[in-house]
């Protein structure tokens, strides 16, 4: 209590004293200490109340720590006017130093310890939810300890996470701001506190620097990243987009800027069994794909195809040559197919029935599907024919190395020309099959070359599309 409350309470009960000597109206004197007591008991923390019965003055409430209590009893016995006090006042205890703490996560905002009065709980459940109401009311709150208290948590709440620990008139906050912006708002929560009563650590989850940054793939090694990431993208979640089980690389994650878009990685993802290479760079001005495929991959269509779908990024797409050793295996990165190296290309492992109808059904199901072409009246191979060269190499490879089958690479040709001519095309043209499968690493040993000329024709030569048939290749298993 203040040495002014107690003089001004001193005088008041001398004026009552000499107004009780001279009416002797015992209510009228009931009503003066019930006066003067409310006038003592007016500037308790917590709101005391002092009940009047005659002359006899009772105290109930709370008191704000044994001092508060201590010092309503000596003022109110100092009133020559009561005849006696008593009390059952809750004297709270005085918590030295007093302590206060909170906590921000994920799910909200928590706090524990002190409280010095419940008018501040009230004020600050908006903020910390169901966690107030665990505080424990307390004496021994220095003076300015809840704006200290206020500003804390409005400091804590521009966190993403953090800590606050007040004790006394000290206030330490510890945590992770997303961005610039946030690390400002902490600032200014604390700006008008005395500098001396504040200690933060703060640390930035986002530099404010916009996202940047580059993945590489490879067939062989997968994918890897780095730089920093866009808002709300995970490079786990680009992984699945793009088909891949995982991308490696340590990346930083913007918390601030637009949000990224999974869309394009999901464009890539139809396209990636195709891919040997990729890498992608994406700055705030622009984002480039750069693809390489082997070669056979008609690289026109699918370059259109990846245009279309992803309006305003550049995409180059190059045919390149893959590394490795002929019989090397690989899984690939994106399919997970089980790959060998043939001949300076990494093809898939067919997964047929290794007997002698699996083996020619499927190298009779290539070959119609597909033809192998040559430049017209020449042995030399077209462009096109490397894929079913390809899907040829893996095939014989199996069956010749896994079940010990032999093959004979059979040449045809229309009846158009001399027929001696035509065999010696044809010869040719079986000879020039089997050197791309020697190349590719199919043994030789199982493999003859055989022209037949125009000797066994499969069409009628009298037409185009019959004499089209008719130039063709042939694979005849045998044990």
């Known amino acids: 209590m203040s040495k002014g409350l107690g003089i001004g309470v001193f005088v008041v009960g001398l004026l009552g004293l000499g107004w009780w000597a001279h009416g002797h109206d015992a209510p009228r004197i009931e009503h003066q200490v019930q006066g003067l007591a409310e006038a003592v008991v007016a500037g308790s923390v917590h ?17 704000n720590g044994q001092a508060e209590a201590d010092a309503l009893m000596a003022q109110l016995r100092a009133l020559d006017a009561r005849r006696k006090v008593t009390s059952e006042m809750t004297v709270l205890e005085t918590i030295s130093p007093f302590t206060f703490g909170a906590t921000r996560d994920g799910a909200g905002m928590g706090a ?8 501040l709980r009230a004020d600050l459940a908006g903020t910390l939810g169901d966690s107030a109401a665990g505080l424990t009311l307390a004496a021994g709150a220095p003076d300015g300890w809840a704006d200290l208290a206020k ?4 400091a804590l709440g521009a966190l993403d996470t953090g800590q606050l620990r007040l004790s006394d008139n000290q206030l330490d ?29 703060i640390t930035l989850l986002d530099d404010g620097t916009p996202a940047a940054w580059t993945l590489d793939y490879s067939a062989s090694n997968g994918a890897t990243a780095s730089g920093k990431l866009p808002k709300g993208l995970d490079l786990a979640a680009i992984a699945k987009a793009m088909g891949l089980s995982a991308i490696s690389g340590e990346v930083k994650q913007a918390m601030m800027g637009e949000m990224g878009d999974l869309g394009m990685f999901a464009a890539i993802k139809d396209v990636m069994g195709q891919i040997e290479t990729l890498k992608l760079t994406a700055t705030p001005e622009a984002q480039r794909l750069d693809i390489g495929v082997q070669g056979g991959v008609d690289t026109g ?21 893959a590394t490795g050793e002929n019989g090397q295996r690989r899984t690939n990165a994106a399919t997970g197919a089980d790959e060998r190296f043939m001949g300076g290309y990494w093809l898939a492992v067919p997964q047929i029935d290794l007997g002698l109808q699996g083996c020619q059904s499927a190298a009779d199901a290539v070959l119609a599907n597909a033809t192998i072409n040559f430049v017209t009246g020449s042995d030399a191979l077209d462009g096109s024919a490397i894929r079913v060269v390809n899907d040829l190499a893996a095939i014989l490879a199996r069956c010749a190395e896994d079940a010990g089958l032999r093959a004979v690479i059979g040449g045809h040709t229309d009846n ?14 079986a000879t020039a099959v089997r050197r791309e499968m020697l190349l590719r690493g199919v043994p030789g040993s199982a493999l003859k070359a055989v022209g037949f000329g125009d000797a066994l024709p499969i069409a009628d030569n009298s037409t185009d599309d019959g004499r089209a048939k008719n130039r063709r290749t042939t694979i005849q298993w045998s044990e």
């Open 47 to 63: 709101g005391v109340t002092a009940a009047v019965s005659g002359r006899d003055i009772h105290l109930s409430g709370i008191a």
């Open 112 to 119: 524990t310890g002190h409280i010095p009065t419940e008018a």
């Open 151 to 154: 500003a804390g948590l409005g």
């Open 173 to 201: 906050l510890t945590g992770e701001a997303a961005g610039p912006d946030e690390a400002a708002a902490v600032d200014a929560a604390l700006a008008a506190l005395p500098q001396g009563n504040v200690t933060k650590s």
């Open 301 to 321: 269509p699918l370059q259109e195809a990846l245009s279309a779908k992803l309006p305003g990024m550049g995409v180059t797409l190059s045919t390149v040559t």
């Open 416 to 429: 158009v020309g001399d027929a001696t001519a035509n065999l010696g095309l044809s010869q040719r043209r």
